[in-house]
């Protein structure tokens, strides 16, 4: 049972054009979320983060939305570089756990220049 | 400034073989968490600990897997008579005190059981 789904597994974009990746959740209980990214043969990195008091969370070209009554937040990268290219992961936390997140399936990005 | 290390990067086992991997966090974090990631999937939580406590494990497997985050040394995970189906990339991530959502992942152990 996927409780954090990412439902496009790649996404090809023009450099200088906006990146938005998706991610949807089942579980109400979620009370913060995270995306990383992530080059082949290394760790994720930490890209940014919102809380579910939030609306919006925003640093520099990255900005995240987040969707309660949906259930869904959207990560938006404007402008897109080629340098942007690799995997992006949804996670999120159940709120009470002590930091264990759970990921999506991730979403492969693309810029192309 | 040193990441999170984890060593060896690559190992390779036969099916019941032990297979140990080691995480080293970032220098001064004391809590480390451990992932795994099977192919085409997304990170699974495995375990969650703090110097010499295991605070959560509820992503552990029931049998076969240990981990230990001793007071003096790396954190270590260990997986018992190895099949098939562990293979994967473990990764493990450490955070400071308190600062859990701050999580540094390491550059992963791809574990391969013949």
């Known amino acids: 049972d996927q409780q954090v789904k990412q439902n496009s597994p790649s996404l090809s974009v023009q450099e200088g054009r906006i990146s938005i990746l998706n991610c949807d959740y089942t579980?109400?209980?979620?009370?913060?979320f995270l995306w990383y990214k992530k080059y082949p043969a290394e760790g994720p990195t930490f890209l940014i983060s919102?809380?579910?008091?939030?609306d919006k969370n925003e640093d520099g070209r990255f900005t995240v939305f987040l969707n309660k009554s949906a259930k869904h937040l959207s990560l938006h990268i404007v402008p897109s570089q080629p340098g942007d290219s690799a995997v992006y992961f949804c996670?999120?936390?159940?709120?009470?756990?002590?930091?264990?997140?759970?990921f999506g399936k991730g979403t492969k990005l693309s810029v192309k220049p | 400034n040193a990441g999170v290390m984890q060593n060896p990067r690559h190992l390779v086992r036969r099916r019941g073989q032990e297979a140990r991997l080691r995480c080293s966090p970032v220098?001064?974090?004391?809590?480390v968490y451990w992932y795994r990631q099977l192919p085409e999937e997304g990170l699974k939580f495995m375990v969650y600990?703090?110097?010499?406590?295991?605070?959560?494990e509820s992503g552990m497997p029931k049998e076969r897997f240990s981990a230990e985050f001793p007071k003096e040394g790396p954190s270590i995970l260990r997986i018992q008579q190895v099949v098939r189906g562990d293979s994967a990339a473990y990764f493990c991530?450490?955070?400071?005190?308190?600062?859990?959502?701050?999580?540094?992942f390491g550059p992963g152990t791809r574990l391969l059981v013949l």
């Open positions: 919102i809380s579910s008091i939030k």
């Open positions: 220098k001064g974090h004391s809590h």
């Open positions: 991530a450490s955070s400071p005190p308190a600062s859990w959502e701050t999580q540094y």
């Open positions: 579980n109400s209980m979620f009370d913060y």
């Open positions: 600990l703090q110097k010499e406590n295991i605070i959560d």
């Open positions: 996670a999120a936390r159940a709120g009470g756990s002590q930091g264990n997140l759970i």
